[in-house]
């Protein structure tokens, strides 16, 4: 990302210069909606994130300027100061999150781009509120440890923006670690790193551009499926508390006291969970055939087990095949947003070049192309 526009236009508007900071966005490799069944997801940062100028003011106001949206916003620090762009309420709720738990926060001049595509699900948002609860941490010494920017930038989310996130965004883009994934357990914030170095492979995201409307609570009805097949198991096995401490052989004993549909939910749960934990040891062994044949087993699940896929990224998927790519799945919970495709290399141009062949001919519209690599995580440039 380019430095200088952030530094010239600091210069511009406030006649000095400040710290710069960056934070990541994220993907995710496996482990999709695992979380709420007591499972791991496996996220790692990318090179592509938010980068932010900051100096305190010696005021008590924040003076921030987006240059992406070509706005600016000036607030106060109390609760009642809340700006009403959107975008400056993940500053703000940063700000509040950090002050409500002791920082002695004072008013600063921002700047501030970023390269990760808006609502594509790589989590701009958590670049935006990461970079800040790092940042802000060091110019203020607040003495916060990483656990705890990662609530931070969570709680602004739910306090401030009106999204009921978890933390896997947060963490990934806080803890990210260059040719590392995180396992992480949602639930415990317990973590640990596992080697990601794709040799001869690349990693590319492709956005299907498309989201569907949802009606009736589609995710909530997949976690009261799993809720109502762990509740079944449990009877038999009372040590199960979540799908992430059943097998499929539990599963098979309560087939007929469940719905058709709880027990396919709770397949895909059970046999996601499974993968990951699969999928972990693979790459611990360099083995990207086993990896990327369980990000495709991901999909099918995802697609024909959890329905939550749709007749875009099936499409995508499906090119992604025939183009003899190594793993290729929905990323995020469905419904849209973008595939994520490990690609050997020799095989890249012409799998990009079919699937926006194909996608543009089927739906009328490009796919996006976003390449990736897994990069360090939120840190200070300068
Ligand atoms: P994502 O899946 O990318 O996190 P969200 O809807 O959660 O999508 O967050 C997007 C919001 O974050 C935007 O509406 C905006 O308020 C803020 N945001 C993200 N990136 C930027 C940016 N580069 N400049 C200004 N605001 C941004
Ligand atoms: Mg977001």
Known sequence: MEQSIVRNKFKELYGTEGALFFSPGRVNLIGE??????GCVLPGAIDKGMLAEIKPNGTDKVRAFSIDLNDSAE????????????????????????????????????????????????????????????????????????????????????????????????????????????????????????????????????????????????YNKRRQSCENAAAAIAKNHPEVKLLGDADLKMLEEVKDLISAEDYMRATYAIEENARLENTCDALAKGDYATVGANVYATHKGMSELYEVSTIELDYLNEIAKECGVTGSRIMGGGFGGCTINIVPEDKYDQFIKTANEK????????????????????RRLA
């Open 33 to 38: 909606h695992t979380d709420y069944n007591g």
């Open 75 to 218: 607030f106060g620090l109390n609760e009642e100061d809340a700006p009403s762009a959107s975008w400056a309420r993940y500053i703000f709720g940063v700000c509040r999150e950090m002050i409500k738990r002791g920082a002695k926060l004072e008013g600063f001049d921002t700047v501030f781009s970023g390269d990760v595509p808006l609502g594509a699900g790589l989590s701009s948002s958590a670049a935006l509120e990461s970079t800040y609860a790092f940042g802000l941490n060091e110019l203020y010494n607040c003495g916060f440890d990483k656990k705890e920017l990662v609530l931070i930038g969570q709680k602004t989310e739910h306090n401030y923006c009106g999204v009921n996130c978890g933390i896997m965004d947060q963490f990934a883009s806080i803890f990210g670690k260059e040719g590392h994934l995180i396992r992480l357990d949602c639930s415990t914030m317990n973590y640990e790193y596992v080697p990601f170095n794709p040799q001869g492979y690349k990693v590319v995201l492709i956005d299907s551009v498309t989201k569907h409307e949802l009606v009736d609570s589609p």
């Open 359 to 378: 996608f543009t001919a089927k739906f009328g519209v490009s796919p996006k192309v976003y390449p990736v690599k897994i990069s360090d995580g939120a």
